[in-house]
């Protein structure tokens, strides 16, 4: 119903080798282009996860986490992707991946995804999981939305080099195929110009951009809530459907005396390092990081445990946790 209201066009493809290269291809005809899948799907999206970063094509891809490996459980919920969503593809590169936790912050989210996906020109992905995904919740649909379109050329056409870069953000003007401005696109290692090069020194400077424009734009990108940083010793970290227990199990504690807090990370990668260097100078000795797989983010985390303590809830169960078993837990923790 929504689409026609947009000029949107709905394709039904038929793998999902074609459905991601088909949103390429659709990205650079200067569409808005996304597509969803799971955990099996994304695997087979993974080469062309690393050709939309190479070509630096905008798009967004939804990915639904589910209990695995290989088919596991189809229909049940998971975050045991967390890795998958950031590495699935080969190559030096870094990715963009929101965490909702709501019905409403798919919906918020997916917008988000597609202006940062615009504006840095990469693929950004959306991590959900197999019980947000099936759930029907209240979902408020904004009129004044922020819609970010991506940066066309800086040049006229005879002078156009489509990865020519201008500004601090790195991030080259994108032409729209088929019109004035001709130009030619590879998922091999390239110059400027878009022409392959196959010289140490070529793989430096594209991989070094490419990496950068990301990594730069960490304060715009990294989001999160936080609650009871300042009077706490000891937070939650969390994200996603496994993040709604914690506000009632912190609550709970606190009500017992417990000084504790929670972080909930709405955007997975790039990892925030800042906020762990942060929390680390208001007070916080520990991060407990709760999340339905058997060690993940807890990695990146830990790279800071010589900050704070650093101890994980890591279950690779397919139920999100509920409030009661977290306050147990934070019962033993703290």
């Known amino acids: 119903k929504r689409l026609p209201e947009v000029n949107g066009t709905f394709i039904q493809m038929e793998d999902e080798l074609s459905s991601i290269t088909s949103c390429l291809g659709a990205s650079y005809a200067g569409k808005k282009a996304m597509t969803a899948t799971s955990g099996p799907g994304f695997s087979l999206m993974a080469e062309s996860i690393g050709l939309g970063v ?20 189809p229909t049940n919920a998971s975050q045991s992707d967390v890795y998958q969503t950031r590495y699935a593809s080969h190559g030096d590169y870094e990715m963009i991946v929101l965490a909702p936790s709501t019905v409403q912050e798919m919906y918020d989210l997916t917008i988000r995804a597609f202006n940062l996906a615009e504006k840095y020109r990469t693929p950004v992905v959306v991590a959900s999981d197999g019980v947000l995904g099936q759930m029907m919740e209240p979902v408020s649909y904004h009129s004044n939305i922020e819609i970010i379109d991506r940066k066309g050329p800086q040049v006229p056409p005879d002078k156009y080099k489509p990865f020519q870069v201008f500004d601090d953000d790195l991030v080259p003007g994108m032409a729209v195929a088929g019109t004035d401005y001709s130009f030619y696109v590879t998922g091999l290692t390239h110059d400027e110009e878009g022409s392959p090069q196959m010289s140490p020194e070529a793989a430096v400077t594209l991989i070094t951009r490419l990496c950068d424009k990301i990594r730069k734009a960490r304060p715009d990108i990294n989001d999160w809530e936080e609650k009871y940083i300042d009077d706490s010793d000891t937070i939650i970290l969390s994200y996603g459907i496994n993040s709604r227990g914690v506000p009632e199990a912190i609550e709970k504690a606190r009500d017992k005396g417990l000084k504790v807090g929670y972080i909930r990370l709405k955007s997975l990668w790039p990892f925030p390092d800042e906020l762990m260097i ?14 339905m797989n058997y060690g993940m983010l807890i990695k990146e985390v830990q790279r800071f445990q010589h900050l704070f303590e650093v101890t994980g809830i890591s279950i690779p169960t397919t139920i999100p946790f509920a409030p009661k078993f977290l306050y147990k837990r934070l019962l033993k923790e703290v």
């Open 54 to 73: 190479m070509l630096e094509a905008p798009i967004v891809i939804v990915t639904i986490m589910r209990g695995g490996p290989s088919t596991g459980q």
């Open 278 to 291: 942060d929390i680390s100078n208001r007070g916080i000795s520990k991060v407990i990081v709760s999340e």
